[in-house]
């Protein structure tokens, strides 16, 4: 019962840790995987040939300018960007234009209000993010299995505009949880079985004890017993 409580308290641990984690993830990074990089529509900025313009605002994403693959209706798209200075100048037709980051799409003649980008499809299809609290919670576990964090690291190091950000958040969970947290939880676990073992060899001799008192009580005394028994 005593090794019961002990797990208890540690597996209460491990969930405020990961609450916490995810709350936090939650706040530092939501919609950081939206980012993309788009050609800048405003015509101050570019001076759009009309071979150029049709171009952009005709393509699937318009005025889209990160390199898209598509995987039936998702966007398996990579190239996030966390400010405009992760985004390059696009070259078509000999001109260069200017591009600008955003987690919008562009709808006409603005960019739009409700229509965001998605997540990366290599992101678990698009789950694994910090949009929510419980997508959070998913993340800071692969975090806490070890395997697989350093990609999520890359990805979020190069869709935030402070990219030591993401290295000090991942390498705290790291630390803090799988050196830590999932430690205590293997030695209160490795503890119980001790525990168990030991009850359980108890238990064999008080019966080994009881049955020879029974078949030749001659050779047991009270106090042997209970010397015995210690």
Known sequence: FK??????????LLVFFLVVFGILGHELFSGKLHGRCFVD??????NFTDAAFSRFISQQIPFMASSTVSIGNWNADEGVCGDNSHCD???????????????????HDHWCKHDWNGNPYGQGGGILSFDNVLQSLLIVWQVLT???????????ESADAIPWMPKIYFLLCVVLGT????QLLLAVLSEAYTQAQEEAKMEKAKEALDMDAVLKPELFSSRDAKKILG
């Open 41 to 46: 529509p405003d015509q101050t900025t570019n």
């Open 89 to 107: 100048a696009v070259l078509v037709d000999g001109e260069a234009y200017e591009t600008v980051c955003s987690q919008m799409r562009w709808c």
């Open 179 to 182: 050196f830590f947290v999932l």
């Open 146 to 156: 070890v395997e697989g964090w350093v990609d999520q690291l890359y990805v979020f």
């Open 3 to 12: 090794a019961f409580i002990a797990l208890t308290n540690v597996m209460f």
